[in-house]
């Protein structure tokens, strides 16, 4: 808890100000991997289920081919229907990266490329994606 409240702050997790974090990190890796496996035994259980429910949601939709034309998506969704999750696949080959937004009534996916290895703008080739609504 001390080491979250801390992160956050510029040079927070140093030695002095968290002793007990630094001893921790200075510990044998066999030591620590234990430690650290140990604190997430609990947890384990808990994402088993969310995993099985997120494999439930992902299959329970129908993927389709759409073109997104000059790097721009939009699809309008059906009235009364509720969806959950949006899947989307792209062709990493591509090197392009989804915006997406939307809200109950309809989608908008963005694509996007790296230019200068760090900035991300807006593509404007066309592309084949695989859109999946799930509900």
């Known amino acids: 808890m001390s080491l979250r409240s801390r992160a956050a702050i510029p040079g927070g997790t140093c030695e002095f100000d968290l002793p007990a974090y ?7 890796v066999d030591q ?28 329970s939709g129908v993927p389709q ?26 062709d990493p080959q591509l090197g392009l990266f989804p915006e997406i937004s939307g809200n109950r009534l309809v989608v908008s996916v963005r694509l996007m490329t790296i230019i200068d290895g760090q900035r991300m ?7 084949q994606l695989e859109v999946t609504l799930c509900s």
């Open 22 to 28: 630094h001893a921790w990190r200075h510990r044998d």
């Open 32 to 59: 620590r991997r234990a430690d650290l496996q140990r604190w997430i035994e609990g947890l384990l259980p808990l994402a088993e289920s969310v995993g099985m429910l997120l494999k439930l949601l992902r299959d």
């Open 121 to 127: 703008q807006s593509s404007q080739e066309d592309a």
């Open 65 to 90: 081919k759409v073109l997104c034309a000059g790097g721009h998506f939009q699809q309008n969704l059906p009235q009364g229907r509720t969806f959950q999750l949006m899947r989307l696949r792209i």
